[in-house]
């Protein structure tokens, strides 16, 4: 109930007052876990389906929908947003930092659009890093084994004067292949260089800044399909190895006015240049961004945060006969602002929060995003909250601009014959309105329950729509072209439920059973003729998760870590139900230096998680694998 939180309401909030379902994935949660990788730390979340679709991509979503680049959840790095625009999603193999200068990372299922903006519609994921003072001194990460075959980080802290904090630190990693579908080598190999910093700063009693930044290199293989000609019959799948590059800088700037009132001034530049991104294209993309926040006490009885926002980004493409974006260089502004006012109805007892978020973009110019969220606490013990919130998504590049091309079946008169998927310039933004509830209760101080039951209403979702066929004179020879279209002409609805138990039996040994249903039920208005989109939205993601994960103490040197994740069956790309079990062993042999021995994946030698439809990663097989890791800090 004390856990305080800063995603719902950009500010700090505790449990008992947040009115959301938001789990907390906590520094010793992330320790203990044995992940190398931010989404393995997202297994553990209730309500969040990982699958991972090949050695260097991931499909991950919350409350279902879920795709290899999935625009529905919007994913934070200190409130730096990291979603990309012109494909949506997020680039997991990117996102890395090191783990153990992570404070928390904080996930919300449902709706956040009314803080956070456009795509924050199932769910927010908030990476949170500690403040440089908090890491001090040196520290070196070494390890390997048989599927993350080398892996380390070096980092030293200090101070700069009385008033600066600072850390500088280097990490890589190298991944082997994992086997494809057929049990052979998959060829998706990767390898990543990354560099950075961080420096806090008292400027004076009133004021601290925040000044982060990156820099990243490193190549990985994948398989691509490649249409070498209009004429030719068949598409080729060919390895790449792709090259990529990019880096970010961030600056954090609050000023207190008083004990009520404060202000936040975020400023952060984003840079990549990724080759092979999405099949054969590549793209290179420049991104500012900046941030106005005010937070005041306003009574007794009232909180408001209000602030506003601007973006840039601008993008260059580079496609090919098989997948190409018109324009191939964009320029996109987005105008934002929001306001939230908590109002004390029963002061410490009831709690009504209401807020909303306008936003204007390129594709669908103004757009409003509200919600309504309640708290009600009868007791130390038990908290009851509600919501009902609006989300949507806007368009993305490939949505609006892509042209993809299929080989089909020659035309009666012998010309050659392109399948061709068209993006819409045209396209709305993709609506949700989500009904929310949920009960926290500590039973005991050994034991907590979070339970979360959940509606939500799509429209406009996406579907593919085929039009009139036509001549197309270039590129030669002659062909013809039978399109498809993207168009909004999708509806359903999706609910279920969450479950997230603590349990502390002992002082030395913990459990946390994990739980999550979800149902969608999808279809087409009279206009649409798509045959697929349906069975796709409705398929694409698991019923049923279950997990259960433990910690025991052994010793005051030696801990035991365990966890077991159960996956049902997805129906639509007939991926078969899995356990997942993950087990490792740490040793403090001494003051600050900790030996960790991990085996994962560890009850079948390979399994399937995802099969990517449209082709362009090659999905492969999730391996089981160990490794031998030593960090040493001092």
């Given amino acids: 109930m004390n856990i305080e939180v800063t995603s719902v309401s950009k500010k700090e909030q505790k449990l008992s007052r947040t009115a959301a379902a938001i789990f907390v994935i906590t520094h010793e949660d992330i320790r203990r876990s044995g992940a190398l990788n931010i989404p393995d730390l997202l297994r553990m979340v209730p309500g969040v389906d990982v699958t991972q679709v090949n050695g260097n991509s991931w499909a991950i979503s919350a409350r279902g929908l879920n795709d290899a680049f999935n625009d529905e959840v919007l994913v934070l790095v200190d409130g730096r947003n990291v979603y990309t625009l012109t494909f949506g999603g997020v680039f997991w193999e990117l996102l890395d930092c090191p783990f153990e200068d992570i404070e928390r990372i904080e996930v919300i299922r449902g709706p956040g659009g009314s803080i956070w903006g456009a795509n924050a519609v199932n769910g927010v994921i908030n ?10 001194g040196a520290m070196v990460v070494a390890g390997g084994g048989n599927v993350d075959q080398a892996f380390g980080t070096s980092q030293y802290g200090g101070q700069l004067g009385k008033g600066t904090d600072y850390r500088v630190y280097s990490k890589f990693f190298n991944h082997d292949e994992l086997p494809n579908l057929s049990g052979q080598k998959g060829r998706d190999g990767s390898h990543l260089l990354r560099g950075g910093f961080r ?23 994948n398989f691509v399909a490649f249409l070498p000609s209009v004429a030719s019959p068949v598409l080729l799948n060919i390895i790449v190895d792709s090259g990529q590059s990019g880096g970010f800088l961030q600056s954090v700037w609050n000023h207190a006015y008083s004990n009520g009132s404060d202000s936040t001034l975020n400023f952060s530049y984003d840079y990549y240049d990724i080759a092979d991104i999405f099949g054969p294209i590549s793209e290179q993309r420049h991104t500012f961004n900046v941030e106005f926040q005010h937070h005041i006490a306003w009574g007794e009885r009232q909180d408001i945060v209000w602030g506003l926002g601007y973006s840039r980004s601008a993008s260059q493409s580079e496609g090919s006969l098989t997948v190409s974006l018109i324009p191939a260089d964009l320029d996109i502004q987005v105008f934002s602002s929001f306001i939230q006012d908590e109002i004390a109805l029963v002061p410490e007892r009831f709690y009504l929060t209401v807020g909303t978020k306008l936003e204007h973009n390129y594709y669908t110019a103004f757009n409003i995003m509200p919600s309504v969220r309640a708290t009600y606490t009868p007791g130390k013990q038990h908290m009851f909250w509600m919501a009902i919130s609006k989300a949507l998504s806007t368009p993305t590049g490939v949505d609006t601009a892509m042209r993809s091309n299929f080989p089909g079946p020659p035309a009666p008169d012998g010309h050659p014959t392109l399948v061709s998927l068209f993006g819409n310039p045209r396209l709305e933004n993709e609506n949700l309105v989500a009904y929310e509830a949920g009960y926290r209760t500590t039973v005991s101080d050994r034991l907590s329950i979070d339970f979360t039951a959940y509606n939500s209403q799509f429209k406009q979702l996406t579907t593919n729509e085929p ?68 069975a796709g939205a409705e398929g694409t ?63 079948r030698d390979h399994h399937v998680e995802f099969l990517e439809s449209a082709g362009d990663f090659g999905s492969t097989q999730a391996k089981r694998s160990a490794y031998v890791k030593l960090t040493w800090q001092f």
């Fill in 127 to 136: 990476i949170i890093t500690k403040k440089a003072g908090e890491t001090r």
């Fill in 199 to 221: 420096t806090d700063s008292t400027l004076s009693s009133k004021d601290t800044l925040m000044i982060q930044g990156d820099l990243f290199t490193g190549r990985e293989r």
């Fill in 467 to 534: 039009s009139t066929p036509f001549l197309e004179t270039t590129p030669l020879p002659a062909h013809f072209v039978r399109p498809t279209t993207i168009q909004n002409l999708m509806y359903g609805e999706a609910h279920g439920l969450e479950i997230a138990v603590n349990w502390r039996l002992t002082d030395r040994w913990s459990l946390s059973p994990g739980y999550a249903f979800e149902r969608l039920h999808m279809h087409v208005t009279g206009a649409s003729r798509d045959t697929e989109s349906v």
């Fill in 541 to 603: 993601d698991a019923h049923v998760h279950a997990q259960l994960r433990s910690h025991l103490e052994l010793s005051r040197q030696l801990a035991w870590d365990a966890a077991a994740y159960f996956v049902d069956r997805v129906i639509f790309q007939k991926v078969p139900s899995y356990t997942r079990l993950d087990t490792g062993l740490s040793w403090k042999t001494r003051e600050g230096l900790t030996l960790s021995v991990v085996g994962q994946n560890l009850l």
